[in-house]
């Protein structure tokens, strides 16, 4: 039995994902604040697997040079992760080349992130581009975010301060609503300032 099958027995793990700027941090940190359960970030993952001294910082270093190193912080050489997001989004080359490193080592953490929680009856694994990364075989559920684009748009024009066009793009790399919808257990709706999801979340936490 491997490590997967390992920790998927008797744990009920839940994929949680949804368009950029969809609301997930807003929702992660509502569970962590009123449930006790351990939650695992994709994102914050992706961070620690690029820090200097790392398989993935050194191959990420070879592929764009010294370029991407942030220059704010130059005594520690850390990557400097918003113009790496930059080059990704405008080069589809660099964009499939860093998936392909990266994405098989981020589940792989999070496999081995599961089996230290083997005892924890449930676990919620957030991870932004479930569907992309095909990260569908770690969960045992899944929960997307219901978000308009024009929600999205707004959010990400104000927290990334970039146009509405860079908005749109953004989003439409990603996989649709409706595609992403065809393959979640449950939907939590974050459309408007109502906080439906709320009472889905109790209901099923």
């Given at each position: 039995?491997?490590?997967?099958?390992?920790?998927?027995?008797?744990?009920?793990?839940?994929?949680?994902?949804?368009?950029?700027?969809s609301?997930?941090?807003?929702?992660?940190?509502?569970?962590?604040?009123?449930?006790?359960?351990?939650?695992l970030?994709a994102?914050?993952?992706?961070?620690?697997?690029?820090?200097?001294?790392?398989y993935?910082?050194?191959?990420?270093?070879?592929?764009?040079g010294?370029?991407?190193?942030?220059?704010?912080?130059?005594?520690?050489?850390?990557?400097?992760?918003?113009?790496?997001?930059?080059?990704?989004?405008?080069?589809?080359?660099?964009?499939?080349?860093i998936?392909?490193?990266?994405?098989?080592?981020?589940?792989?953490?999070?496999?081995?992130?599961?089996?230290?929680?083997?005892?924890?009856?449930?676990?919620?694994?957030?991870?932004?581009?479930?569907?992309?990364?095909?990260?569908?075989?770690?969960?045992?559920?899944?929960?997307?975010?219901?978000?308009?684009?024009e929600?999205?748009?707004?959010?990400?024009?104000?927290?990334?301060?970039?146009?509405?066009?860079?908005?749109?793009?953004?989003?439409?790399?990603?996989?649709s609503?409706?595609?992403?919808?065809?393959?979640?257990?449950?939907?939590?709706?974050?459309?408007?300032?109502?906080?439906?999801?709320?009472?889905?979340?109790?209901?099923?936490?």
């Open positions: 039995m491997d490590i997967l099958q390992k920790s998927k027995n008797n744990q009920r793990r839940i994929g949680l994902t949804g368009g950029i700027a609301g997930k941090t807003t929702i992660t940190n509502y569970i962590k604040k009123n449930k006790n359960i351990p939650i970030d994102d914050n993952l992706s961070r620690e697997l690029i820090k200097p001294g790392t993935g910082y050194k191959k990420i270093l070879d592929y764009f010294n370029k991407i190193i942030d220059n704010n912080n130059n005594s520690e050489r850390t990557i400097n992760r918003k113009l790496l997001r930059k080059i990704i989004f405008k080069h589809s080359e660099s964009k499939e080349w998936e392909k490193l990266l994405h098989p080592l981020i589940k792989e953490k999070m496999i081995e992130e599961c089996s230290q929680y083997k005892n924890k009856q449930t676990i919620v694994l957030v991870i932004p581009l479930l569907f992309e990364a095909k990260y569908e075989d770690i969960c045992t559920e899944i929960w997307l975010v219901k978000c308009p684009k929600i999205q748009k707004k959010r990400l024009i104000t927290r990334d301060k970039i146009s509405e066009k860079e908005a749109y793009e953004s989003i439409n790399l990603q996989l609503f409706e595609e992403k919808r065809k393959f979640s257990d449950i939907i939590l709706d974050n459309s408007d300032n109502q906080n439906k999801w709320i009472d889905t979340i109790r209901e099923l936490l």
